[in-house]
C-alpha cells in the first residue's frame, strides 16, 4: 500500500507558532525529513517517527533537492507515512512546489500544510506590520538567493513599487541589494530592519536608513538567517508610532 506524504510548514522558529494541523501530522508521520532551518523542539510531537536530515542553508553544504524528492517517493512507496518538515511556510522559498509536482508525477498522495512564513511573522516581533494603509498599497516577497546562471532581481521595479520589500535570503548578497535599490531611484533615508533569528530566544535586529544598511549589520554581526524589511512600515518597529498626525479614513 502506498504511503502519503505532508509538506508541512514549521513557522519562523518558535515552537509555538506551529499549527495544530502540522502537529497532528507529525503525531502520524513513521519518517520526518528535517530541514536544516526547523526548531529541533518540534520533534517532540514526533516521537515515534524515524528523523532524516536533509538541511539546507545558504552557504553550506546542502543535502541535494533531486536526492531529497526521491527518497520522499522512495519511502512513500514503501507505505510510510512521511512528514517533509519545512522552516517557515512550504510554498514560499521552500521548494514545495517543486517537491508537490514531484509527489503528483509519482502518484503519491501529498497534503500540503501551511506554515507561517517569516517574512510576516518576524517584522512583526519588533512591531512592523508589512502592510498599513497609512504607509503602503502592498508588500513584495522577494528572495535575494536566485538559481545558478539566473539573473537579479529586477530591483528597479520592486523599488518603484510602492510596496514594503520583505527580502529573504539577502544577507549574502546585502551590499549588491542596497546598491541596486539606490540605483533604482529609492531614498537613502528609506527605513529598513534586518532581523536573525526571529521569534527565537537570540532574536537580534538593527534599524537603519538604507544606504547605512550594510555598515550597522556588520557593526551588529547580524548573519543569516535573517529577514530584511524596506519601507516606511519600518517607522512603527518598537511601537513608535507616527500615526499622530496622519488621518486614518475609517
Given at each position: 500500500?502506498?504511503?502519503?506524504?505532508?509538506?508541512?510548514?514549521?513557522?519562523?522558529?518558535?515552537?509555538?507558532?506551529?499549527?495544530?494541523?502540522?502537529?497532528?501530522?507529525?503525531?502520524?508521520?513513521?519518517?520526518?525529513?528535517?530541514?536544516?532551518?526547523?526548531?529541533?523542539?518540534?520533534?517532540?510531537?514526533?516521537?515515534?517517527?524515524?528523523?532524516?536530515?536533509?538541511?539546507?542553508?545558504g552557504g553550506c553544504k546542502s543535502t541535494p533537492?533531486?536526492?531529497?524528492?526521491?527518497?520522499?517517493?522512495?519511502?512513500?512507496?514503501?507505505?510510510?507515512?512521511?512528514?517533509?518538515?519545512?522552516?517557515?511556510?512550504?510554498?514560499?522559498?521552500?521548494?514545495?512546489?517543486?517537491?508537490?509536482?514531484?509527489?503528483?508525477?509519482?502518484?503519491?498522495?501529498?497534503?500540503?500544510?501551511?506554515?507561517?512564513?517569516?517574512?510576516?511573522?518576524?517584522?512583526?516581533?519588533?512591531?512592523?506590520?508589512?502592510?498599513?494603509?497609512?504607509?503602503?498599497?502592498?508588500?513584495?516577497?522577494?528572495?535575494?538567493?536566485?538559481?545558478?546562471?539566473?539573473?537579479?532581481?529586477?530591483?528597479?521595479?520592486?523599488?518603484?513599487?510602492?510596496?514594503?520589500?520583505v527580502i529573504y535570503m539577502g544577507m549574502k548578497?546585502?551590499?549588491?541589494?542596497?546598491?541596486?535599490?539606490?540605483?533604482?531611484?529609492?531614498?537613502?533615508?528609506?527605513?529598513?530592519?534586518?532581523?536573525?533569528?526571529?521569534?527565537?530566544?537570540?532574536?537580534?535586529?538593527?534599524?537603519?536608513?538604507?544606504?547605512?544598511?550594510?555598515?550597522?549589520?556588520?557593526?551588529?554581526?547580524?548573519?543569516?538567517?535573517?529577514?530584511?524589511?524596506?519601507?516606511?512600515?519600518?517607522?512603527?518597529?518598537?511601537?513608535?508610532?507616527?500615526?499622530?498626525?496622519?488621518?486614518?479614513?475609517?
Amino acid at each position: 500500500m502506498t504511503g502519503k506524504v505532508y509538506l508541512i510548514g514549521a513557522g519562523p522558529g518558535d515552537p509555538d507558532l506551529m499549527t495544530l494541523k502540522a502537529i497532528k501530522a507529525l503525531q502520524a508521520a513513521d519518517v520526518v525529513l528535517l530541514d536544516d532551518l526547523v526548531n529541533r523542539e518540534i520533534l517532540q510531537h514526533a516521537p515515534q517517527a524515524r528523523v532524516i536530515e536533509v538541511g539546507k542553508r545558504g552557504g553550506c553544504k546542502s543535502t541535494p533537492q533531486h536526492f531529497i524528492n526521491r527518497m520522499m517517493v522512495a519511502l512513500a512507496e514503501q507505505g510510510q507515512t512521511v512528514a517533509r518538515l519545512k522552516g517557515g511556510d512550504p510554498f514560499l522559498f521552500g521548494r514545495g512546489g517543486e517537491e508537490m509536482l514531484e509527489l503528483r508525477h509519482a502518484g503519491i498522495p501529498v497534503d500540503v500544510i501551511p506554515g507561517i512564513t517569516s517574512g510576516i511573522a518576524v517584522p512583526a516581533t519588533i512591531g512592523i506590520p508589512v502592510t498599513h494603509r497609512a504607509y503602503t498599497h502592498g508588500v513584495s516577497f522577494v528572495t535575494g538567493h536566485l538559481q545558478d546562471g539566473e539573473h537579479s532581481q529586477n530591483w528597479k521595479a520592486l523599488a518603484e513599487s510602492g510596496t514594503t520589500l520583505v527580502i529573504y535570503m539577502g544577507m549574502k548578497h546585502l551590499h549588491r541589494i542596497v546598491s541596486e535599490l539606490l540605483s533604482a531611484g529609492m531614498s537613502p533615508t528609506t527605513p529598513v530592519a534586518a532581523i536573525q533569528n526571529g521569534s527565537l530566544p537570540e532574536q537580534q535586529h538593527v534599524i537603519s536608513a538604507l544606504e547605512h544598511l550594510p555598515m550597522a549589520v556588520q557593526q551588529a554581526g547580524l548573519a543569516s538567517p535573517a529577514i530584511i524589511v524596506v519601507g516606511e512600515v519600518v517607522h512603527l518597529a518598537h511601537g513608535k508610532e507616527l500615526l499622530d498626525s496622519i488621518s486614518i479614513a475609517a
